[in-house]
Structure formats: C-alpha cells, structure tokens
C-alpha cells in the first residue's frame, strides 16, 4: 500500500467496503454460499505516501469521520469463513494438562539430576541442591501471589 500510493500521489483512491453475506443457498457439501458485496466507502486524492500514520483530508465532520473509521475496521476481514468444527473445552481439560505439565517437570528433573550426580560427581550434588532449591522457591513466589 506504501508503494502504490508513492507512485499515485494525485490520482484518486476509492476505499471499498467487501462482505462476504448469507446468500440464501447451500452447496452439495452442505456449505453456505456466500455473496460477495461491495460499497464505495470514500473517494480520496492520494496527497503523500501511506506509512505508519496518515490522514484523510475533506471530511466534513466528526460524525462522518466517526462513520468512515467504523466502515475501516469493519472491513478488516473480508474473508468468507466455514466452521468446520466446533467443541467446548471444560475445566477438567486444563487441569489434565496441568497434571500432564507437572508429570513431564519432574521426569525431566530426575534425568537432569541422575546426569549432573553421574557427571560431575560431588559438584553434580551441589548443582541438583541449588536447583530443586530454586524450584521450590519459585513455586512458593507463584502460589503466594495466587492466592
């Protein structure tokens, strides 16, 4: 969009508003089959090149400001969508995942343990003390702002 508007400044701009609406009928899969309609929102004059801020020039007042922002971000998504499936997630889910998430913290601690012991011997120990020392100190700051 920069580019376009740097190699058109002076020449107009139409800021088109695109739906994607029930059309009424289905096809052989069963799908909804959207109609596409498209509304002229506004007529600029490219001034300058488009960047990160701009401004549109010759609105007569707020309440048409106002409308064409609406218009804008309206049309943000212009894509047709298919819901294709759709399910409900409950608590228990989550709290299978935090059992999960706590199962795999602690297998995954036990090899990292056996390796330093297995490796580095006594400084192996030290390192395995400072670390479940860290853990704990760090689930108890969580639980403490829990609650």
């Not at 009424?24 to 309609?37: A, P």
């Not at 300058?48 to 010759?58: A, D, E």
């Not at 297995?118 to 860290?134: D, H, Q």
Request: aromatic share 10%; with cysteine.
């Amino acid at each position: 969009m920069s580019q376009f508007t740097k190699n058109n400044i002076g020449r107009l701009m139409v800021i088109l508003l695109v739906e994607y609406k029930d059309g009424g009928e289905k096809d052989v899969d069963g799908h909804v089959i959207f109609v596409k309609q498209e509304k002229i929102v506004n007529i600029v004059t490219i001034q300058s090149q488009l960047r990160n801020y701009f401004c549109i020039v010759g609105i007569n007042n707020s309440n048409e400001a106002r409308r064409l922002s609406v218009l804008l971000r309206m049309g943000s998504l212009s894509a047709p969508m298919h819901i294709v499936e759709e399910c409900t997630i409950g608590p228990s889910l989550g709290m299978n995942n935090i059992i999960k998430g706590l199962y795999a913290c602690c297998i995954g601690l036990t090899f990292l343990i056996l390796f330093m012991v297995f490796w580095y011997k006594i400084f192996g120990v030290i390192a395995a003390v400072a670390l479940i020392t860290n853990l704990l100190l760090i689930i108890s700051i969580i639980l403490y702002y829990l609650e």
